[in-house]
């Protein structure tokens, strides 16, 4: 019963220790948008609207689990699209929203694999570029590099 005790009190510790993966996407699901007419494209699009919890990560560094949406091929990438779903379910897919994918940009090359991925990076939101994602991590680095 000790031992239960003490392992118990090891793995709520180490949840309890910042922004962990899961954590992450979690708060980020947590966004709202709002209907707004965007002149230059001539028609109505979401705006991204971020809650006191996102705008607390924006600039701090996260870190992230996610599987990797190649771009330009099945090669090492620095830079991507992760999602938090594996590529059937992304949300290029039609399986999920765009609060479930974010661009990277990586200090050095991540080796594509189908497996997930943890990422650590400083976090940025976007609630006016249309043409790019609302969410992107920059001075991204592998974490569980095999």
């Not at 979401?46 to 996260?62: N, R």
């Not at 990076?121 to 680095?141: C, F, H, P, Q, W």
């Amino acid at each position: 019963m000790k031992q239960f005790l003490i392992l118990f009190f090891l793995i709520l510790a180490s949840g309890l220790n910042g922004q962990n993966s899961s954590t992450t996407w979690n708060t980020l699901g947590k966004i709202t948008f709002k209907k707004e007419f965007d002149a230059a494209l001539g028609f109505k699009i979401d705006k991204p609207i971020f809650g006191e919890e996102i705008k607390a990560l924006s600039g701090k560094i996260v870190e992230i689990k996610g599987y990797i949406i190649p771009t330009d091929g099945y090669k090492s990438h620095t830079e991507f699209i992760l999602s938090a779903f594996p590529y059937n379910m992304c949300f290029f897919c039609g399986g999920a929203g765009p609060e479930t994918v974010m661009e990277i940009y990586a200090k050095t090359p991540v080796k594509f694999t189908s497996e997930a991925v943890t990422l650590r990076g400083k976090l940025e939101l976007n609630e006016n570029d249309v043409n790019r994602l609302i969410y992107a991590m920059t001075e991204a680095e592998q974490v569980d590099a095999k």
